[in-house]
């Protein structure tokens, strides 16, 4: 359903935004294809009292079994194609091909061609949001993660997908790191399914904005409840000043479903994508409590 508008937070703001139902386009997203079969064993027990980002899973091999939370990517990303079969093809993961096609969505309503970004991926994981970004082709394609894991898995899995993939701690940048990054000239800034779980800081998110040009582009989800207006601090309180402020110019929102839960429920997670009209100033990101609760 397009051109419906929704209330946010309770302020009298209303977003256009780009709304889809449950499982709409969900058998048209591609699942990676794997070439490794592991054998993978949900809990027993019902985990709906865990967070998001405590449930986990079993990996079995004989009669072993590994207990490995879902947001440990540190090993997960060292079991080839482990991510994928879990997240993609048991949970029907389609964020990449989703905030990637509200990125394209957004760049389309102005005379800038997609082709020409030079996107920073941040979080970029083991390189899935930069293969989906490559099927539409862009100008330079740069990953960065904070473990190394995640670029080894990357160059092992995806070899070639970057231009450069980076290790770097964007809540600890070095100055040779910040000017490496720089001398890319990147205008368009993507980050997929690593904000608001302490995977990517908010501090380290606002780095990156930084880093981009001014009118450049960025796109990223975050998970619907990030976004009640009873929460005042970490990333809903990031995103609430980024969109009503002077910073980011909303294009697109987009409701969707992220992906099924270990129990069969729907995620419903929000992309967005809009182009930056300024660096958020140090005295703003002091005056927020951007601390992961």
């Not at 862009?138 to 160059?155: C, F, K, M, N, Y």
């Not at 940048?173 to 890319?184: F, G, I, M, Q, V």
């Amino acid at each position: 359903m397009r051109g419906r508008c929704w209330p946010t937070w309770g302020v009298g703001v209303w977003i256009e935004a780009t709304i889809y139902s449950p499982f709409a386009e969900q058998n048209n997203r591609e699942i990676p294809q794997l070439t490794k079969r592991h054998r993978i064993q949900f809990p027993p027990r019902d985990v709906r009292e865990l967070r998001q980002d405590e449930v986990y899973f079993y990996l079995c091999d004989g009669d072993s079994k590994e207990k490995i939370r879902l947001h440990d990517y540190k090993r997960i990303y060292e079991v080839p194609e482990l991510y994928e079969q879990v997240v993609y093809e048991r949970l029907k993961c389609q964020s990449p091909s989703m905030v990637a096609d509200v990125l394209l969505s957004s760049v389309s309503q102005s005379e800038q061609s997609f082709s020409e970004l030079r996107v920073l991926d941040l979080g970029a994981g083991n390189g899935i949001v930069g293969e989906e970004l490559k099927k539409h082709g862009v100008s330079r394609l740069i990953g960065v993660d904070i473990i190394p894991e995640a670029q080894v898995a990357t160059e092992r899995d995806r070899p070639g997908v970057y231009d450069a993939f980076y290790v770097m701690d964007f809540c600890d940048l070095k100055d040779d790191e910040r000017a490496e990054l720089n001398s890319w000239s990147p205008d368009c800034l993507i980050s997929v399914a690593a904000l608001g779980f302490s995977d990517i800081p908010a501090t380290a998110f606002l780095e990156a904005f930084n880093m981009i040009t001014e009118e450049g582009w960025v796109a990223f989800n975050i998970k619907e409840t990030f976004f009640d207006r009873h929460i005042d601090w970490g990333f809903s309180q990031l995103i609430r000043e980024l969109i009503f402020s002077d910073y980011l110019d909303l294009y697109q929102v987009r409701r969707y479903r992220h992906r099924l839960s270990i129990e069969g429920e729907p995620l419903y997670y929000l992309a967005l994508g809009g182009k930056k009209k300024a660096n958020v100033p140090a005295s703003l990101v002091d005056s927020l409590d951007l601390s992961d609760r």
